[in-house]
């Protein structure tokens, strides 16, 4: 069975940083290309980023609102993702999914249940 | 960027009633790279349809997706209890997704 677990999430000042990790399990980690997704409160889904496996590189790409600020990362030894969120807005408050994607990458095949991200002062 | 518009922003049916749901696009996507989910509160969405009609795994056949250029379908034919959420469509232009806004079915 596949499991993605979130965790790392809380609350955060405007301003600070947060790491959030995603165990995953039950599919060939180290071979499968991963994203973040998040839902603000009351609005839909957003895309915040991916990263490719190993034989690609460990290329990531972002969306425009996080670049420069989200870091994606893994490590395979661990089958853990990660998402390292810096200089943190209030505007970033979410619940942040972790997700396999699958099919050339267009598609979300899996998702975790989500680890909640606030950002308040 | 290509923006998804769906409607209608909300469906209220009775189980057993056929649903159908619309994904517009503001420019011709690759039907190829169109999927549909379904999201419950508190409840990690779940990948209904890619590849425009492609059920995912799992998937009941009263599930159905269709269409190209930039108009596309999601048709539910005979609602189950179970079935009453949020459904959002989802493009992919490498390397981003974007999202609908959502289209809420619920029950009448």
């Known amino acids: 069975e596949v499991q993605l677990v979130e965790s790392g999430g809380g609350l955060v000042n405007p301003g600070g940083s947060l790491r959030l990790s995603c165990a995953a399990s039950g599919f060939s980690f180290s071979d499968a290309w991963m994203s973040w997704v998040r839902q603000s409160p009351g609005k839909g889904l957003e895309w915040v980023g991916r990263i490719k496996s190993k034989t690609g590189g460990e290329a990531t790409d972002y969306a425009a609102p996080v670049k420069g600020r989200f870091t994606l990362s893994r490590d395979d030894s661990k089958t853990t993702l990660y998402l390292q969120m810096n200089s943190l807005k209030i505007e970033d408050t979410a619940v942040y999914y972790c997700?396999?994607?699958?099919?050339?990458?267009?598609?979300?095949?899996?998702w975790g249940q989500g680890t909640l991200v606030t950002v308040s002062s | 960027e290509i923006v998804l518009t769906q409607s209608p922003g909300t469906l209220s049916l009775s189980p057993g009633e056929r649903a159908t749901l619309s994904c517009r696009a503001s420019q011709s996507v690759s039907s190829s790279y169109l999927a549909w989910y379904q999201h419950k509160p508190g409840q990690a969405p779940r990948l209904l349809i890619y590849?425009?009609?492609n059920r995912a795994t799992g998937i009941p056949d009263r599930f159905s997706g269709s269409g190209s250029g930039a108009d596309f379908t999601l048709i539910i034919s005979r609602l189950e209890p179970e079935d009453f959420a949020v459904y959002y469509c989802q493009q992919f232009v490498n390397p981003t997704w974007t999202f609908g806004q959502g289209t809420k079915v619920e029950i009448k």
């Open positions: 997700v396999r994607t699958f099919f050339s990458d267009s598609a979300g095949q899996y």
């Open positions: 590849g425009a009609s």
